[in-house]
């Protein structure tokens, strides 16, 4: 386990230190990292607006999602990662109350899932999420909440950096 978190979190290193020209090629690493770090199917950073789920961007998924894919934000398992503003995640949705009839997993089996907020300039952009058809069998580690915050934070860093200046 402690070589499996060391190779992550050099993993993660690489990632968030390298000096990427461009958002795209940013979303692609991170989102193609996350999924190994948390060993996910499927890895989606998205853009809010209004009641807009907007993909960004998303890795090679058995979903065929693509980017630019609009969804009701209600529809999606990050419209509580909206709500309360913080990182949700969950290791099988069919045992969680508020998950078990949600539109996502009945449409597409999604059992677990971790998600957090991006912000840009401390107001949510958009969320970066992954989640996969196999349940994990135990929650998601505080070590794996924190890494999913840093890319995040880091994402939306290079966001405000990159296309908000004033």
């Not at 934000?73 to 045992?95: G, L, M, P």
């Not at 505080?142 to 939306?156: K, L, P, R, T």
Request: contains cysteine.
């Amino acid at each position: 386990m402690a070589q499996n978190f060391t190779q992550q979190l050099m993993l993660l290193h690489k990632i968030i230190t390298f000096n990427y020209d461009d958002l795209d090629t940013l979303l692609k690493e991170y989102l193609a990292a996350g999924c190994q770090i948390f060993n996910m199917e499927l890895g989606i950073a998205s853009h809010i607006r209004d009641s807009q789920y907007i993909i960004e961007a998303v890795s090679e998924n058995p979903f065929s999602l693509q980017a630019g894919v609009e969804l009701s934000v209600q529809d999606t398992y990050c419209n509580e990662v909206v709500e309360k503003n913080k990182t949700i995640h969950f290791s099988d949705a069919k045992k969680e109350e508020r998950f078990k009839n949600h539109p996502v997993y009945i449409n597409t089996g999604l059992a677990s899932y971790i998600s957090t907020p991006i912000k840009v300039k401390g107001v949510i952009y958009g969320t970066l999420n992954f989640s996969s058809t196999k349940a994990t069998g135990s929650n998601h580690t505080q070590q794996e909440v924190e890494m999913i915050e840093m890319m995040a934070q880091s994402v939306g860093k290079f966001i405000e950096l990159r296309y908000h200046k004033f």
